[in-house]
């Protein structure tokens, strides 16, 4: 299993690259020019991978926090993001200020929630820690998947439900992993012109921004598709 995942296998790598190029572009779009300074928490950051990429591209890394469950990733993280806050816990309670970060992530966590209340609070915590105006990802699967009955699809209707009020606009991606890794391994050119379908995109990437406006005041709450 660990082999199946492994960045090396040229699939894995093809979807990784994808989504860090939408990630891009979504940072433009946004007049995110540059990540000197930007403050980033991930909810369920896993060994790290994601903030390490902030720090990569010009954030520092005292500037980057996570927490996660899995004890054996945490520590991982730690030993090999040095200045970063990584906490060990549920993202349902988050040990960290409110409005204190620029952005934040939640990629592929959702969908391992069991449960819609807990769900509801981990929303509810990336809200508080998020300043006005600031964006919160949101990167999970939108089709249910047969071989692994412990993860479920997220959804827009459960985007608007747990981000109530917040502007949100949705970019599905990510060429089926069975086809993306058959692909990757036979004809890697084919990766692009296959995510042009989208019935073939299984994940979504959700942009949610925190209104920086006071209640009575607030952004329109859009819900945009792509």
């Keep these: 299993m660990v082999e199946?995942?492994?960045?090396?296998?040229?699939g894995n790598l093809l979807m990784v690259q994808?989504?860090?190029r939408l990630l891009?572009?979504?940072f433009r779009r946004n007049n995110i020019r540059s990540l000197a300074g930007l403050k980033t928490f991930e909810a369920g950051c896993s060994t790290g991978y994601h903030l390490r990429l902030m720090v990569q591209w010009g954030a520092e890394p005292e500037c980057q926090a996570g927490i996660d469950l899995d004890s054996e990733a945490v520590s991982y993280a730690r030993a090999h993001g040095p200045g970063m806050r990584i906490h060990h816990g549920s993202a349902d309670s988050i040990p960290e200020s409110s409005a204190s970060f620029d952005l934040s992530l939640a990629f592929t966590l959702f969908s391992s929630v069991p449960g819609e209340q807990i769900s509801a609070r981990i929303a509810s915590e990336l809200f508080r820690i998020t300043r006005p105006g600031g964006l919160i990802l949101v990167h999970d699967m939108r089709r249910r998947n047969p071989r692994n009955p412990a993860v479920h699809?997220?959804?827009?209707d459960d985007i608007r439900r747990w981000f109530p009020s917040c502007p949100v606009r949705a970019h599905t991606c990510t060429l089926a992993p069975p086809i993306a890794r058959y692909v990757g391994r036979w004809a890697p050119w084919l990766y692009g012109p296959l995510t042009v379908l989208p019935l073939l995109r299984t994940h979504a990437l959700y942009v949610i921004r925190r209104p920086a406006l006071p209640p009575g005041e607030t952004d329109t709450g859009r819900f945009v598709t792509n």
């Excluded at 199946?4 to 040229?10: R, W």
């Excluded at 699809?153 to 827009?156: C, G, R, S, Y």
């Design 18 to 20: 994808e989504r860090e």
């Design 4 to 10: 199946q995942h492994s960045i090396l296998q040229m």
């Design 24 to 26: 891009s572009a979504i």
């Design 153 to 156: 699809p997220i959804d827009a």
